[in-house]
């Protein structure tokens, strides 16, 4: 019984800085690859950045060199740190998981709005 919840959305001013956290209750988060996902209203949902359990992490090229994301697997979270925020990175945030216990599951949280505005 794997479940995410995301948190640490908000309003913040271009250039400004949100940390955004996502909680995985259940077994195989250290295992586990871990991703965030963004969707803008009228756009397809966009990849942000991933990050797989030996700590190896991959980032989207609009946010490359802005965001970092990171894990902590006492706590069994994962945290997206998003620094010089641009209005287009505007959308809900969704984190994702991926368990691979014989098959692979896909599990997402309920999303977390961020909104990048003057």
């Known amino acids: 019984q794997v479940q995410l919840v995301e948190s640490g959305g908000g309003l913040v001013q271009p250039g400004g800085s949100l940390r955004l956290s996502c909680a995985v209750s259940g077994s195989g988060f250290s295992s586990a690859t871990m991703a965030w996902y963004r969707q803008a209203p009228g756009n397809q949902r966009e990849f942000v950045a991933t990050?797989?359990?030996?700590?190896?992490?991959n980032y989207g090229d609009s946010v490359k060199g802005r965001f970092t994301l990171s894990r902590d697997n006492t706590k069994n979270t994962v945290y997206l740190q998003m620094n010089s925020l641009k209005p287009d990175d505007t959308g809900v945030y969704y984190c994702?998981?991926?368990?691979?216990?014989?098959?692979?599951?896909?599990?997402w949280g309920q999303g977390t709005q961020v909104t990048v505005s003057s």
């Open positions: 994702n998981a991926v368990i691979r216990s014989g098959i692979a599951k896909s599990y």
């Open positions: 990050i797989v359990s030996g700590g190896s992490t």
